[in-house]
């Protein structure tokens, strides 16, 4: 059983950095694409950013754009999301989470969809305060 454990989440002021990994069990992450979602209170949950399996293409949310990077180190089974001039707006549970598809084609069209990925962590919170 695949399981996903996020962590690196906590307080931090607005225009401070915070830096989240992603850690799973086995080889599954060296294998497939990964993305980082967050849900904020009574929101549903969204699309922050995603990265190939070979971590080649990326692609961000354009709220974050610009601020945020994702990056993987497949040797180590883990993914990363640095994080950097935070706002109060990105406040929320941090989730990553695994889609088992290799194909860069389908990544392109499906890589903001909840429903694409199979696989999610428990969550970590990030609070922004202003």
């Known amino acids: 059983q695949v399981q996903l454990v996020e962590s690196g989440g906590g307080l931090v002021q607005a225009g401070g950095s915070l830096r989240l990994s992603c850690a799973a069990s086995g080889s599954i992450l060296s294998s497939y694409a990964m993305g980082w979602f967050r849900q904020a209170p009574g929101k549903e949950r969204e699309f922050v950013a995603a990265i190939s399996w070979n971590g080649g293409v990326t692609y961000y949310t354009d709220s974050v754009k610009g601020r945020f990077t994702v990056s993987r180190d497949n040797a180590k089974n883990t993914i990363l999301l640095q994080m950097n001039s935070l706002k109060p707006e990105d406040t929320a549970v941090y989730y990553c989470?695994?889609?088992?598809?290799?194909?860069?084609?389908?990544?392109?069209?499906?890589?903001?969809?909840?429903?694409?990925?199979?696989?999610w962590g428990q969550g970590t919170q990030v609070t922004v305060s202003s």
């Open positions: 989470a695994v889609t088992p598809v290799r194909s860069s084609i389908w990544l392109q069209v499906n890589y903001g969809r909840v429903t694409a990925y199979t696989y």
